[in-house]
């Protein structure tokens, strides 16, 4: 009877371990631009890609080519068991909101935007700091005493970039100048690189000679722009200092890749939780990127600069003002 037991509960873990491993079936959903796009989408692929080579686990993918999709994907997902789905970018919090209502024991994240709900991780970054460390470095590099932002969607989140840039940049200089642009009001402003390219040829005409972009695909062109003027651009979200190598001063590092990878480790593990998650310098969500490509472009003294005013934002000595707490930027 003992062995009967012992046998009928042994079956009953291998059971549970296994419904369990089920249950784990990732899924990401890249916003428009997609996975390629050298920045924001890219770099939740390779956080999903790591996770993979690191685990041997596969996951399943969708790259969006207009709105409508989203949901349409989202709920196909949910639908064919995928768990955690995670959807990559603010514009998806509509669609995330209704599907997830509809499947209460899927897990989701999104990246960018909070949505209230039981089973919605709401993962979100202070760019405002890394933007303000790369306002240091533009700031010191600048000859002019002059440089530029290029944002993509005319949005809170974009402003929180260009804040936390100008920030950084009259940190060091209280009479630069910082001339901004945005690109658009529509989606479409994230891949328009001719208009970012003429944005920033712009901006440079007036006395820029470091410029950064938040903007998606349409910053591939205004790095280009200033490569092409003999300027330095700045990157964003992933490490874009190889693109245009020796003329791409930085990059500002949004670390989606270790979001993704970590909500997928966490669901695996048994240890995801909803609600909302704040990356920022402390947490290494945001940071500037050093390479082969800008190691002779950033001296020794910029880097002192910028790492210790990393060190006074996280023991809270510096605080960066956060654009969209109260959509104004006081600097």
Not at 227 to 234: F, H, P, S, V
């Amino acid at each position: 009877m003992k062995q009967f037991l012992a046998g009928l509960l042994a079956t009953s873990i291998l059971s549970v371990t296994a419904a369990s491993a089920e249950e784990f079936a990732p899924a990401i959903l890249y916003d428009l631009g997609g996975k390629f796009d050298k920045s924001f989408n890219e770099g939740a692929y390779d956080g999903a890609e790591k996770y993979k080579a690191d685990t041997g686990t596969e996951y399943r993918e969708f790259e969006i080519v207009n709105d409508a999709q989203r949901e349409q994907a989202l709920r196909r997902f949910a639908r064919d068991g995928a768990n955690p789905i995670i959807s990559v970018g603010f514009s998806q919090a509509a669609a995330l909101e209704a599907v997830a209502k509809e499947y209460p024991d899927t897990k989701f994240a999104i990246i960018d935007a909070v949505v209230e709900a039981p089973n919605v991780q709401s993962i979100l970054f202070k760019e405002e700091e890394g933007s303000y460390l790369v306002g240091i470095l533009a700031a010191m590099k600048s000859e002019t005493g002059t440089v530029g932002f290029v944002g993509g969607m005319d949005i809170p989140l974009i402003s929180k970039f260009a804040c936390g840039y100008k920030g950084g940049v009259k940190s060091v200089s209280a009479d630069a100048k910082v001339i901004e642009n945005m690109t658009g009001s529509t989606g479409a402003a994230w891949n328009d690189p001719v208009r970012g390219g003429e944005l920033a040829k712009s901006q440079i005409d007036q006395g820029a000679d470091v410029v950064f972009h938040a903007a998606g695909g349409t910053g591939i062109g205004v790095m280009q722009a200033a490569a092409d003027a003999g300027k330095y651009g700045i990157g964003v979200d992933s490490n874009q200092n190889g693109l245009f190598p020796g003329k791409v001063l930085t990059s500002m590092v949004k670390r989606v890749d270790n979001a993704v990878y970590s909500t997928f480790e966490d669901a695996a593990k048994g240890n995801w939780k909803a609600g909302t998650v704040t990356l920022g310098l402390e947490q290494d969500g945001v940071g500037y990127a050093m390479d082969e490509n800008n190691a002779e472009l950033v001296t020794e003294e910029m880097k002192a600069a910028a790492e210790a005013a990393k060190a006074k934002i996280i023991a809270g000595e510096i605080e960066v003002h956060d654009y969209s707490t109260d959509s104004s930027c006081p600097y």
